[in-house]
Antibody, heavy 119, light 106 residues
Framework: EVQLVESGGDLVQPGGSLRLSCAVSGLTFSSYWMSWVRQAPGKGLEWVANIKFDGSDKYYVESVKGRFTISRDNAASSLYLQMNSLRADDTALYYC????????????WGQGTLVTVSS | DIQMTQSPSSLSASVGDRVTITCRASQSIGRYLSWYQQKPGNAPNLLIYTTSTLQSGVPSRFSGSGSGTDFTLTISSLQPEDFATYYCQQSYRSHTFGPGTKVDIK
């Protein structure tokens, strides 16, 4: 059974930092692109970032460029999102998800970890 | 950036109804269009990818069509478990989700 389990969400002040983790099991983690997708409370889905299977390519939505960094540890089957200079509009449930090969959407998702940015 | 729109933003329907949701991209995305279902408190669930391919385990009452900029998700006979919010998503260039369509009970 494939499982993606996010952790690290918390309440943080504006300007603060947080590191999210996603532990993956049940699939060959090192073979797939992985993404972070977020959902603000009561709002829709927003893709945040993704990373190539070997970590050599990374892409970000414009609003987080320069503030967020996606990374992975294939030996530990884990995905990370380092979030710096956090703003109120970063408040959301953050999901990790597997990119289906061939640009075929996201087929496995975790249950999300909640990040709240507030003073 | 590629923008995605969906219509309607919400709809009310009855069990057994045929439901159609439209998704439009701001530029051609070929067939790189996926559909997701999300129920309250749950992660999104992939229903369809590359416009019309049903994800494993998804009932055949769901279907997708389109190409270029205009796409459609159809539920042929709405079931009680289908009341949810549906999102389209392009993966032609980066990734962008549509704003969602909420399907509720009439």
């Amino acid at each position: 059974e494939v499982q993606l389990v996010e952790s690290g969400g918390d309440l943080v002040q504006p300007g603060g930092s947080l590191r999210l983790s996603c532990a993956v099991s049940g699939l060959t983690f090192s073979s797939y692109w992985m993404s972070w997708v977020r959902q603000a409370p009561g709002k829709g889905l927003e893709w945040v970032a993704n990373i190539k299977f070997d970590g050599s390519d990374k892409y970000y939505v414009e609003s987080v460029k320069g503030r967020f960094t996606i990374s992975r540890d294939n030996a530990a089957s884990s995905l990370y999102l380092q979030m710096n200079s956090l703003r109120a509009d970063d408040t959301a449930l953050y999901y990790c998800a597997r990119d289906r090969p061939g640009k075929e959407g996201f087929d496995y998702w975790g249950q999300g970890t909640l990040v709240t940015v507030s003073s | 950036d590629i923008q995605m729109t969906q219509s309607p933003s919400s709809l009310s329907a009855s069990v057994g109804d045929r439901v159609t949701i439209t998704c439009r991209a701001s530029q051609s995305i070929g067939r790189y269009l996926s559909w997701y279902q999300q129920k309250p408190g749950n992660a999104p669930n992939l229903l369809i990818y590359t416009t019309s391919t049903l994800q494993s385990g998804v009932p055949s009452r769901f279907s997708g069509s389109g190409s270029g900029t205009d796409f459609t998700l159809t539920i042929s006979s709405l079931q009680p478990e289908d009341f949810a919010t549906y999102y389209c998503q392009q993966s032609y260039r980066s990734h962008t989700f549509g704003p969602g369509t909420k399907v509720d009970i009439k």
